[in-house]
C-alpha cells in the first residue's frame, strides 16, 4: 500500500519519468507507450511547449504598483544611487589622474584652477550642486541609518520625522556648499 502511494505521488509529480519508464520496458507490453526515443523526445518537447504557452497566460505577480509609493522607498534608492555615483565618480577620477601621464596629459594644479576661475559663475554654481547634492545627502542619511543601527528613532513617526529632515538639511547644505 506504502509503495503504491509512492509509485503514484512519483508519477504525479513528473509524468515523464513514467511515461519514459513505461516506453522502455517491453514486458508491460502497452502499446500506446510503446514509442521510440524520437518521439519520446518530441513527447518531451511538446510537453515544454505547453509549459511555456501556460506560463505566458499566467498573471504577473504583482510587485510595486499595488503598494503606495513612500519616502522610505525613494530615500533608500537615492542613497544607494548616490553612493554609487559618488564611489563611481571617485574612481574614475582617480584613474583619470593616474592614466594621464601615460596619455601625455599633465594634470597641474594651476591649469585646474585657472579654468575654474575663468568658468561663469552659473556653471560653478552648477558644477557644485552637482557635485554637493549627492555628497550632501549621501552623508546625511548616512548618519540617519546610523542612528538606526543604535536602534534608535526606528518608530514609523520618527523614520518620516529623519527623512524629512534629511531632505531639509540636504538642501540647505547643498546650496551652502554651492555658493561658497
Not at 146 to 170: E, N
Not at 172 to 178: N, P, W
Amino acid at each position: 500500500m506504502l509503495a503504491t502511494r509512492s509509485i503514484l505521488k512519483t508519477v504525479a509529480q513528473n509524468p515523464v519519468v513514467f511515461r519514459n519508464a513505461v516506453a522502455t520496458s517491453p514486458a508491460l507490453g502497452v502499446r500506446h507507450f510503446n514509442a521510440s526515443h524520437k518521439a519520446q523526445e518530441q513527447c518531451a518537447a511538446a510537453e515544454s511547449e505547453l509549459l511555456r504557452q501556460q506560463r505566458k497566460l499566467r498573471p504577473v505577480s504583482p510587485h510595486l504598483q499595488i503598494y503606495q509609493p513612500q519616502i522610505t522607498w525613494y530615500l533608500s534608492g537615492l542613497h544607494r544611487v548616490t553612493g554609487v555615483a559618488l564611489g563611481g565618480a571617485f574612481y574614475l577620477g582617480a584613474l583619470a589622474y593616474v592614466a594621464a601621464p601615460a596619455l601625455g596629459v599633465t594634470i597641474d594644479t594651476a591649469s585646474i584652477i585657472s579654468a575654474a576661475t575663468a568658468a561663469p559663475f552659473a556653471l560653478k554654481f552648477a558644477a557644485k550642486t552637482t557635485v554637493a547634492a549627492p555628497f550632501v545627502f549621501h552623508c546625511l542619511n548616512g548618519v540617519r541609518h546610523l542612528v538606526w543601527d543604535a536602534t534608535k528613532m526606528l518608530d514609523i513617526k520618527s523614520v518620516y520625522t529623519s527623512g524629512y529632515a534629511v531632505i531639509g538639511a540636504t538642501a540647505v547644505g547643498t546650496l551652502y556648499l554651492a555658493s561658497m
